[in-house]
């Protein structure tokens, strides 16, 4: 049992938890939770090492033993530990150390989303969710978005970072996957997305909600659209307004 934080598991945990450039280095991320843990393993996906301590549920502890049993690299915490190395106030008692690994990208494509300049981690994470549940091929990831592998970005996404390709990539190599598409940026001056062609090969483009879209993806679009809205509301939040948009992307495509 690992009741040490110096110890070198703990301090890599630390470090990827905290840092993104580390998680670049390092090419991994950490999963928290028995939820996104059962995620990842249904996924396939590589796991490094898991750790878990004593309050881990039963359905919890099915899934370690059953990774022991294969081979993975599986050790106990102590409670404390695990409490000093857990991003919620609630530890599940579980965490795994995944490999970062890239799903490949469809060779057409039809379908994609770019989130430009979204910080928030919730918002992100409710982005890659409904890109999952509308179809999305692929997510691509531009300069100033914060990193997709953040702690709290996992946690909202529940998962969808398993699901979809997503890759971090600078302007110049979206516009390349992106030039057989229709680039629509989200835009409250643009105009009705009812009243426009999302069964085309599109990418949708949805800025933070501070500053709207970047001036590179604003230099890559062909066009804007917005969401009809009654009420007085300024702006939606950009988790909100890019779900709206990618479920009537569905909507229309669901027809064609």
């Known amino acids: 049992m ?46 490094k090492f898991v750790l878990y301590d004593e309050g881990l ?61 979204i910080r928030d981690p919730g ?22 978005t914060t990193d997709v592998f953040a702690p709290k970005v996992m946690r909202a996404g529940m998962g969808a970072h398993f699901k979809i390709p997503i890759r971090i990539m600078g302007w110049d190599e979206i516009g390349q996957l992106a030039k057989s598409l229709q680039v629509w940026i989200a835009d409250m001056d643009g105009a009705s997305c009812w009243e426009s062609d999302l069964k085309q090969p599109i990418a949708l483009v949805i800025g933070s909600e501070a500053n709207g879209a970047s001036e590179a993806a604003r230099k890559l679009a062909g066009g804007k659209i917005s969401l009809p809205m009654l009420g007085e509301v300024e702006s939606l939040n950009a988790g909100v307004a890019g779900s709206a948009l990618m479920f009537e992307a569905l909507r229309q495509r669901s027809g064609r």
């Open 123 to 144: 918002n992100l994470g409710t982005l890659l969710r409904s890109a999952v549940a509308t179809g999305v091929q692929a997510v691509l990831i531009p300069p100033e």
């Open 57 to 117: 549920s039963e359905r919890g502890r099915l899934q370690v033993e059953d990774l022991r049993l294969k081979g993975v690299d599986v050790e106990e915490v102590s409670a404390s530990v695990m409490q000093s190395i857990s991003e919620t106030e609630a530890p599940q008692g579980v965490l795994a150390v995944l490999q970062d690994f890239q799903l490949p990208i469809p060779t057409t494509l039809d379908f994609v989303l770019i989130p430009d300049q």
């Open 2 to 47: 690992i009741t040490s934080n110096q110890n070198s598991k703990i301090k890599l945990v630390r470090a990827l938890l905290g840092r993104a450039k580390e998680r670049r280095e390092a090419q991994a991320f950490v999963v928290e939770g028995v939820r996104l843990f059962e995620e990842a393993v249904k996924s396939k996906w590589e796991i």
